[in-house]
């Protein structure tokens, strides 16, 4: 079993800025891509951006130029920089991994963390 922990949610001010980290656990073999996606109030779960083992990285229009994502493979952790942080950012937001978890199976899990909230006031 593999478990993905969230921290560094919190309430900021628009403009300010926030770093998620998420830090998976268990039975890991290796991870391939990595990522943040979040979930506002009445709204479907969105991607924010990915990270591969190869650090290739995709973003949201929504989030490009203002956040950075990035990983550390010796701690098996993912990070999102969120800088210059809107109202309309405020959301769960959620770390999703995609885990190989031995060398003797080829295939590879997908985890989902449990969620931390992000609150940006005007």
């Known amino acids: 079993q593999v478990q993905l922990v969230e921290f560094g949610g919190g309430l900021v001010q628009a403009g300010g800025s926030l770093r998620l980290s998420c830090a998976a656990s268990?039975?890991?073999?290796?991870?391939?891509?990595m990522g943040w996606y979040r979930q506002a109030p009445g709204k479907q779960r969105e991607l924010v951006a990915t990270?591969?083992?190869?650090?290739?990285?995709n973003y949201a229009d929504s989030v490009k130029g203002r956040w950075t994502i990035s990983r550390d493979n010796a701690k098996n952790t993912v990070y999102l920089q969120m800088n210059s942080l809107k109202p309309e950012d405020t959301a769960v937001y959620y770390c999703?991994?995609?885990?190989?978890?031995?060398?003797?199976?080829?295939?590879?899990?997908?985890?989902w963390g449990q969620g931390t909230q992000v609150t940006v006031s005007s």
């Open positions: 990270i591969t083992s190869g650090d290739s990285t």
């Open positions: 999703r991994a995609l885990v190989r978890t031995s060398a003797l199976v080829r295939y590879e899990y997908l985890y």
């Open positions: 268990g039975s890991i073999f290796s991870i391939n891509t």
